[in-house]
């Protein structure tokens, strides 16, 4: 159980309500021992008038006393068990809302090189099915467990004290029982370990089928794929088949050895009661106290059984929040942004590939100004803006932001003051208006509306049936590539952020838009600093400066004019792209 210490601090939280769920359990349990003692009472009474020894009257008087009491105390055991239950469940259900925020927040702290390594499918099964395991521990198994203890505490000391002898070979059995849960929890504990990580397969492969399904489609792979998923089932229904067969030895086992307790109960105390040791009543209250213990007994299986399946399933959790964020805060006071950007001599590894991106690239953006960046795919153009953003760290040369370390910077205020458009516009699942509005949560109609307008989107938008409340598939499928950019630019532009960074954001664009776009953005950004990565020398000419960079080296760099002047890479791109518009 070492990994379920992590839960210990949800527990301290909660101590006042756990503790009162534990004092309500011995509560319930001490009501629950009347029962027998009175139904021996019954019995008891009863014999003695068959032999005579009292009258009709006093038996009916004691009866009806303990008849009453039965009653009293199983409506005031049921009545505690409840609480009971809305207690210590409602506890359970706390910790795994607190579980599950803890393990998002630290999912959107940790770097885009842990999200290359990890797959969706088994990020979300951990956050939900692991996390439901969990619970299954801090709520039910920590309820039957304390009853457990509770009822076995106070029954075994009860049955002591009437009969300790026959309490003696009441519980025999018990040292084999705890013997096998042993065994048999070690075996639930490796095979729960695989059932969760085939679960996370599973999930893994479905989710990325359901986002590539036009891909699946296309290609007319369906059986094939649905081939894959019926193997991955059935290795699954294996590894749970496994389980279940393990978690199945626990109930017969229980039963075999309460039977064999019942058995010792009714022998041993049969010779006692022969012997004149004990009454007849103490074998009837004896017998319906081992049978009282069969359901706690039983129940230690499948508590057992869920601690496993937790354990497991907390490893699996702990096995990311123990994973360090890359990129953290470093400065606790507000630090303003300007908008001058300089790369000192900077070079620039993907940890996660070990591809070497950027070599010393040098260049300086002042406030205001625009830097567009050309280069062939691969050579290290986005790795520049995701250095800004501070997506990674610079682990050799200098980043400075107005002349400061960015490491040095808030990092809450750096990405506050940027408006960040990705080469892949990503687009949530809800409408064109709130998708606009996660750049600025307050953004009024009139806002929204300009910045569509300055993105070249507005006419589309209103041309849909429901406008701006028109509700966007996963990942924005409901818009073409091109609108998809656009709703992105808009995104970032109603931001109003110092520094703007355009990722190649207009190569779904017709030049006619992008024209209109590009004039815009040059009004906006007047007092911005302005980013702009692309492949066209349409987007790069109006920029204050531009560099050329080929496998992470700047080969060019310059103004527009004095670029087309000198032989090279971008005068050679741009003589083949006027032929191109030309034709």
């Not at 959107?108 to 099964?125: H, I, P």
């Amino acid at each position: 159980m070492k990994a379920l210490r992590s839960l210990n601090p949800f527990f301290l939280k909660y101590r006042g309500r756990l503790l009162i769920g534990l004092l309500v359990t011995i509560i319930a349990a001490v009501f629950k021992l009347v029962v027998p003692r009175q139904v021996g009472s019954i019995v008891d009474s009863v014999r003695r008038r068959v032999l005579g020894e009292i009258d009709v009257a006093t038996m009916e008087s004691e009866l009806w006393t303990s008849i009453l009491l039965l009653l009293g105390a199983t409506l005031l055991s049921a009545i505690f068990t409840f609480v009971m239950r809305q207690t210590i469940i409602v506890v359970s259900r706390r910790i795994e809302f607190d579980l599950k925020n803890v393990v998002f927040q630290h999912y959107e702290k940790l770097s885009l090189a842990f999200y290359k390594q990890n797959r969706t499918g088994d990020l979300m099964n951990r956050i939900s099915e692991d996390v439901s395991k969990v619970r299954m521990y801090a709520g039910p198994a920590l309820m039957y467990s304390t009853t457990t203890i509770t009822l076995f505490i106070v029954v075994i000391t009860y049955m002591f004290y009437v009969a300790p002898t026959l309490t003696l070979y009441a519980v025999a059995p018990l040292p084999i029982l705890s013997v096998c849960i042993y065994q048999l929890s070690i075996a639930i504990h490796k095979r729960s370990t695989i059932v969760q990580q085939y679960l996370s397969k599973l999930t893994t492969f479905t989710q990325e089928s359901f986002s590539g399904i036009s891909v699946i489609k296309a290609y007319g792979i369906e059986p094939r794929t649905h081939e894959q998923f019926v193997e991955l089932s059935e290795g699954s229904k294996e590894k749970n088949i496994d389980l279940a067969k393990v978690q199945a030895l626990f109930f017969p086992l229980m039963v075999l050895l309460i039977g064999a307790s019942n058995l010792l109960v009714v022998y041993v105390g049969g010779q006692q009661f022969i012997d004149g040791s004990i009454d007849f009543g103490t074998i009837v209250e004896f017998l319906i106290y081992v049978n009282m213990l069969t359901w706690p007994v039983a129940i230690v299986g499948w508590v057992s059984s869920m601690v496993q399946q937790a354990e497991a399933s907390q490893k699996r959790i702990n096995e990311f929040l123990d994973v360090a964020p890359e990129i953290t805060n470093l400065v606790s006071e507000e630090t303003p942004i300007l908008g001058k950007i300089e790369f000192n001599k900077l070079s620039f590894t993907y940890p996660d590939t070990n591809i070497t991106a950027l070599k010393e690239v040098s260049f300086t953006v002042k406030p205001g100004e625009t830097l567009a960046i050309i280069g062939n795919t691969g050579s290290g153009k986005s790795t520049i803006l995701e250095l800004i953003g501070r997506l990674y760290d610079v682990p050799k040369g200098q980043l400075q932001i107005d002349d400061t370390p960015i490491k040095q910077l808030n990092l809450e205020n750096l990405r506050s003051e940027i408006g960040y458009v990705p080469q892949d516009a990503f687009l949530f699942s809800d409408t064109i208006r709130n998708n606009i509005k996660f750049g600025k949560e307050d953004a009024s109609e009139a806002e929204i509306i300009q910045a569509t307008k300055d993105a070249a989107v507005h006419k589309n938008i209103v041309g849909f049936s429901k406008g701006y409340d028109t509700i966007l598939g996963e990942r924005g499928i409901t818009l073409s590539g091109g609108q998809k950019q656009r709703v992105s630019i808009a995104r970032a532009i109603i931001k109003d952020p110092r520094i703007l960074l355009f990722d190649d954001c207009l190569s779904a664009v017709d030049t006619e838009t992008e024209e209109e776009i590009l004039q815009n953005l040059h009004e906006i950004s007047e007092n911005k600093t302005t980013i702009i990565v692309s492949h066209r020398i349409s987007s790069a000419k109006n920029a204050d400066q531009i560099i050329v960079l080929e496998e992470g080296k700047i080969i060019q760099q310059g103004t527009h004019n004095q670029l087309v002047s000198s032989e090279g890479y971008y005068k050679e791109l741009y003589e083949k792209q006027l032929s191109e518009k030309d034709l």
